[in-house]
DNA sequence: CGGCTGATTGAGCTATGTCAAGGGCAGTGG
DNA sequence: CCACTGCCCTTGACATAGCTCAATCAGCCG
């Protein structure tokens, strides 16, 4: 779906994204060569195990990146928010999505072509190290996932994700993730996220309002995260 | 534990590892900036959470990268192996070690200094790029393993730990991890592990010899990887 | 007013973790 | 060379977290 393109240069995810450390013209010259689409929620960015078409750049809403294991089961790595990039792991490896990106709200998502991708991380040291950095940072932080998912109880998980996402991912203080998304990211079933939601409920930690989420004791939350390290 | 050094440009390991891409001058260069230690069983090669002091790069033996969560379990990330580098994301990220590196057989390995190793990516784009490169790959394969942990029995865990370690971490044909370990690598306990072992080998699936494991049938091994995808 | 999507709750089952006891191999020291 | 000691490995019994299946409910949209 197209949109009238917003410029780069009033986008107001800019500051919060790696464009942050290119120069004036350097934004120019993206701005020229980008195309703004509309998503919907529901609807995918890319698709797992395709080949990559340039780099993703959220300029406002939410997607969920995941992967799904053959057995029908989807498991959610991350949640973007506007001024985090996407693709450009595949990019870089020169290889295929290894995940899907789907929008989880309407979201507003520009397209930097291939071309205009590399030359970018080719002609500024800098960005190029601040993407890498960023890689590394993915790395780290699914790595600790790992130990999580294998050895925390999903009462944990949950309770650890919800301090997360309440920074990142919120409509206000509410967290607006679906149940099903919400187990997915944690590593578990929806039944499962939902028992242990209303338990969290039960003992006045979190409040249920519609299907949103607020935490209102955030010090027993995170003690809940660490009943379990 | 100090070494006569053998030179980085007979070692064995290097067309293995990314230095495959380097000018012999680089390699001279690193040659007499490195160290080499040899490392027994089970000693650290660095602590997790330490600051970083340089790369190592594995001549021979193998190392296991793990990290603890405080309920004392480990959780191990990968298994390196000779020509591996360990270490270069935290130089790179600028942060401290986000695992523990530990030999699990006797090792040679070589430490280069901090400054030479920027020297290297700074003066080798290629170089540089090679190593971005194996931290997405890195990337994926702890994304893979996220949902294999979550969603796939241990028994397909294990049978699919199994034949990548067949691959990499053998003597001969044999797998020669601690029962422990295998545990670990898989995100589960000992126990549970070998109860596993003992069904396969009752499966003439694999072989036990003392305490190595051989694979004996790979395309049933490989049934059991899949059975739950 | 249906029909749909997502949330909730209950009942039952099972894979996997925990605890406990024993057995064998390998390296060390006398 | 033998006995000792310690590290693994193995097996059993048991408990339970979390998954599955199934039924119902609550908003929401056309």
Redesign the interface.
């Known amino acids: 779906m197209k949109l009238v393109s917003p410029k780069c240069k009033n986008c107001k995810s800019r500051d919060d994204s790696l464009f942050s450390v290119c120069q004036i013209s350097e934004i120019e010259q993206v701005n020229s060569a980008k195309t703004a689409n509309l998503y919907k929620k529901g609807q995918y960015i890319f698709y797992e195990y395709a080949p990559p078409i340039g780099l993703f750049c959220i300029s406002s809403g939410a997607v969920k990146l995941s992967?799904s294991?053959?057995?029908g089961?989807e498991?959610i790595?991350r949640i973007a928010r506007p001024g985090d990039f996407l693709g450009y792991?595949s990019l870089?490896?020169k290889?295929r999505y290894?995940?899907s990106a789907i929008a989880i709200e309407d979201a507003t998502i520009c397209l930097i072509p291939k071309a205009d991708f590399f030359a970018l991380i080719r002609n500024n040291n800098q960005f190029y190290d601040s993407l890498?950095?960023t890689?590394?940072?993915?790395?780290?932080e699914?790595?600790?996932?790992?130990?999580?998912?294998?050895?925390?109880p999903v009462r944990g998980r949950i309770a650890e994700a919800l301090m997360l996402l309440a920074g990142a991912c919120n409509d206000g203080d509410y967290i607006t993730l679906t149940r099903e998304d919400l187990a997915s990211f944690v590593?578990?079933v929806k039944e499962t996220a939902i028992r242990i939601i209303s338990e969290l409920r039960e003992e006045k930690i979190i409040e249920i309002d519609k299907r949103r989420i607020r935490i209102l004791n955030p010090e027993k939350l995170l003690a809940v995260c660490h009943l379990?390290?």
Request: with cysteine; net charge positive.
């Open positions: 992967k294991s053959s057995n089961k498991q790595l792991r870089i490896s290889s290894t995940h890498v950095q890689i590394c940072k993915e790395a780290d699914v790595e600790t996932k790992i130990g999580d998912i294998a050895y925390k590593g578990t379990y390290d």
